[in-house]
C-alpha cells in the first residue's frame, strides 16, 4: 500500500494479485489514514475503529454501509496513472 496526493486529495494505490486500485486515502468513518491500517487476504483494515473494506472493489464488509471513493487505475507503459478530480484546484502552473 502507498499513499499519494493529488492536489488536496489523498489517494491510497493497492496492487492485490497483480492488479492497481486506488480509493480514497482517509477512511469514510473519521478519518484515519488507510494506509496504516492492514492488508490481508483482500481485506482492507483501518487501523482507527477496524472498519473493513473489500480492498478490490472498495465496498465495506464491517460496515457494509460503507464504501470507499476509487478512483480509475490505468497502466500505461509501465506507469500507473489515477484519475483524480481536482475539483477547483489549478492543475495549470500560474503564469
Ligand atoms: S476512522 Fe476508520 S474505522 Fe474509524
Known amino acids: 500500500m502507498q ?3 493529488a492536489g488536496a486529495t489523498s ?3 493497492l496492487k492485490i ?3 492497481y486500485h486506488a480509493y480514497q486515502g482517509r ?3 473519521q478519518g484515519a489514514a488507510l494506509v496504516d491500517g492492514d492488508l490481508d487476504d483482500g ?3 483501518c487501523p482507527a475503529h477496524r472498519w473493513q473494506f473489500d480492498a478490490t472493489n472498495g465496498r465495506g ?3 457494509e454501509s460503507a464504501r470507499l ?3 480509475p487505475v490505468h497502466v500505461v507503459e509501465r506507469k500507473v496513472l489515477v484519475e483524480v478530480e481536482l475539483g477547483g484546484v489549478n492543475a495549470e502552473p500560474e503564469p
Open 3 to 5: 499513499l499519494f496526493r
Open 11 to 13: 489517494v491510497l494505490l
Open 17 to 19: 494479485n497483480g492488479q
Open 27 to 29: 477512511c469514510p468513518h
Open 43 to 45: 481485506l482492507l483494515t
Open 61 to 63: 464488509v464491517n460496515p
Open 69 to 71: 471513493k476509487c478512483f
